[in-house]
């Protein structure tokens, strides 16, 4: 199972993290996902993270803005939200996938478990 929370109301420049509470798996086993969804706009990777190689990968829109990392000892993979823009609005989700020996992705089609979305507002 997985769990995002985190979100909330910020302001334009203002930063948040969001953790991801994971249960049932390792994480040295599966890759972790972000993804987030505005309202009338398509599903969109925002980044992924590997435990088991520390492979992590950013998309274009939040590259040197977020950052994502594990806590094993936690079973938590956070996101942390720095510079945030009013188009980083969403609803953020993480999600988790068996990982595949190297690296990760962020195409949704990939992942198999989903947990529920948290919202996060920036205010302009």
């Known amino acids: 199972q997985l769990q995002a929370s985190g979100g909330g109301l910020v302001q334009t420049g203002g930063s948040l993290r969001l953790s991801c509470a994971t249960s049932?798996?390792?994480?040295?086993?599966?890759?972790i996902g972000w993804f987030r969804q505005a309202p009338g706009r398509e599903r969109e990777g925002v980044s992924c993270?590997?435990?088991?190689?520390?492979?992590?990968y950013y998309g274009d829109s939040v590259k040197g803005r977020f950052t994502t990392s594990t806590d094993s000892a936690r079973n938590t993979v956070y996101l942390q939200m720095n510079s945030l823009k009013p188009e980083d609005t969403a609803v953020y989700y993480c999600?988790?996938?068996?990982?595949?020996?190297?690296?990760?992705?962020?195409?949704?089609?990939?992942?198999?478990?989903w947990g529920q979305g948290t919202l996060v507002t920036v205010s302009s």
């Open positions: 999600a988790a996938v068996v990982y595949q020996g190297w690296g990760c992705t962020t195409r949704a089609y990939e992942y198999n478990h």
């Open positions: 049932g798996f390792s994480l040295v086993d599966y890759t």
């Open positions: 993270i590997s435990d088991g190689d520390g492979r992590t």
